[in-house]
């Protein structure tokens, strides 16, 4: 009984051993036959963090966009591209005062860079600061060259609040968020 036992127990070790066993790379590939995962390649490349966030984004997975932009930031550190994203995904989930906060270094750190600008208004204009959110729209308006329509709208609303205080867009207030690349999100104000 005792080496019918132990043999039970030597039996999944030595088939590890074999060509085809837990070592080899065959398990790696998907098996058609098998309903399960294939394992993951510890040697494989991790998807770039802020590409995963931005999708997210887009998703509305503001949560997990975040966790996205934070391991971004572990890998990249705190680029002006990586605080901008986080500012953006703080925004979308409402707070305010992180990112701004986080905004307004990545503006520090990248003063050329309308993207970062126009964010920073939108959090300026959440916050109910409109003047100074006009003025952030403007500089992030001349330094994009009038290029982006995402910017020209959160401007425009700017300064219509501004002219008059108690201006409501009649389609609602939508101010945009925009990111570096082909994306924009919006942020809408609930009612």
């Given at each position: 009984?005792?080496?019918?036992?132990?043999?039970?127990?030597?039996?999944?070790?030595?088939?590890?051993?074999?060509?085809?066993?837990?070592?080899?790379?065959?398990?790696?590939?998907?098996?058609?036959?098998?309903?399960?995962a294939p394992a993951l390649d510890?040697?494989?490349?991790?998807?770039?963090?802020?590409?995963?966030?931005?999708?997210?984004?887009?998703?509305?997975?503001y949560d997990l966009a975040l966790d996205?932009?934070?391991?971004?930031?572990?890998?990249?550190?705190?680029?002006?591209?990586?605080?901008?994203?986080?500012?953006?995904?703080?925004?979308?989930?409402?707070?305010?005062?992180?990112?701004?906060?986080?905004?307004?270094?990545?503006?520090?750190?990248?003063?050329?860079?309308?993207?970062?600008?126009?964010?920073?208004?939108?959090?300026?204009?959440?916050?109910?600061?409109?003047?100074?959110?006009?003025?952030?729209?403007?500089?992030?308006?001349?330094?994009?060259?009038?290029?982006?329509?995402?910017?020209?709208?959160?401007?425009?609303?700017?300064?219509?609040?501004?002219?008059?205080?108690?201006?409501?867009?009649?389609?609602?207030?939508?101010?945009?968020?925009?990111?570096?690349?082909?994306?924009?999100?919006?942020?809408?104000?609930?009612?």
């Amino acid at each position: 009984m005792r080496r019918g036992s132990l043999l039970l127990l030597l039996l999944p070790l030595l088939a590890a051993c074999s060509a085809g066993g837990l070592g080899s790379d065959a398990r790696l590939r998907p098996d058609p036959a098998t309903p399960y995962a294939p394992a993951l390649d510890p040697r494989g490349e991790a998807v770039d963090g802020l590409l995963v966030g931005h999708r997210l984004m887009q998703a509305g997975q503001y949560d997990l966009a975040l966790d996205a932009f934070l391991r971004a930031a572990g890998d990249q550190g705190l680029t002006p591209e990586v605080l901008t994203a986080l500012g953006s995904a703080n925004l979308a989930l409402g707070r305010l005062n992180q990112s701004e906060r986080l905004l307004r270094r990545a503006v520090e750190d990248a003063p050329d860079w309308p993207e970062a600008w126009n964010n920073l208004g939108v959090v300026l204009m959440e916050r109910g600061q409109v003047p100074e959110a006009a003025a952030i729209f403007r500089r992030a308006y001349g330094l994009d060259n009038g290029e982006s329509d995402a910017i020209r709208d959160n401007l425009r609303l700017a300064l219509a609040k501004m002219e008059n205080p108690g201006y409501d867009d009649p389609q609602g207030q939508d101010y945009k968020l925009v990111r570096r690349g082909s994306g924009t999100y919006l942020i809408r104000r609930a009612m």
